[in-house]
């Protein structure tokens, strides 16, 4: 008997990026999808993409600064320049396991005025929110001079049912 075939999830789409430039404009097209409550998740090794993504993301919200990765703080607010919500770019790396730091932060507090993005965030802030989009970033695999990216979003919760992440391919 054959294996029925996966339940096809419409809150998941995979997508190839072929350059630094092309990640950035993800970002920008994402930002369009997303409104003061998202959580977004950022995955994927050092230097998969994460910072550059975000940056797409902040230039598609329109918020003040460049987005960067943070050297000494952790946690960066970017007002909005219009009336769209603030983004919060979480950078949880160089945070010790401990949790405490993490809610040191009161992200709960800052969440649903927000959109909140963390990279390194996996396993510490799952618990903030039922809702949440998770983004995986891989190299394509055998090769560490390629640009080519594997990207993967996977929406989590009610919010992200309704929402078409494959428009995302276009
Ligand atoms: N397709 C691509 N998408 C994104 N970045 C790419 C791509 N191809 C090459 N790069 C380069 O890879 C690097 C990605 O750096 P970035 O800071 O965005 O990664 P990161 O995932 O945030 O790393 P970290 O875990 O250290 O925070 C940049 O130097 C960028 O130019
Ligand atoms: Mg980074």
Not at 87 to 96: C, E, I, P, S
Not at 136 to 157: M, P, S
């Amino acid at each position: 008997m054959e294996a029925p075939a996966a339940p096809h999830n419409p809150a998941e789409t995979e997508l190839i990026v072929h350059s630094p430039e092309q990640m950035r404009d993800l970002g920008r097209r994402l930002a369009k999808l997303l409104r003061a409550g998202d959580l977004v998740m950022l995955s994927g090794e050092l230097g998969a993409g994460k910072t550059t993504l975000t940056r797409g993301l902040g230039e598609g919200l329109g918020v003040r600064g460049a987005v960067t990765s943070p050297t000494f703080v952790i946690a960066r607010v970017h007002p909005s320049l219009g009336d769209g919500p603030p983004l919060l770019h979480v950078d949880a790396y160089r945070l010790g396991g401990g949790l405490d730091e993490m809610e040191d932060l009161d992200l709960d507090v800052s969440l649903p005025e927000s959109v909140v993005v963390v990279e390194w965030g996996e396993g510490r802030l799952e618990e903030l929110t039922e809702d949440r989009l998770h983004v995986t970033i891989h190299r394509a695999v055998g090769d560490t001079t390629d640009e080519v990216r594997h990207v993967t979003l996977t929406g989590v919760g009610e919010r992200w049912t309704a929402v078409d992440l494959g428009s995302l391919s276009a």
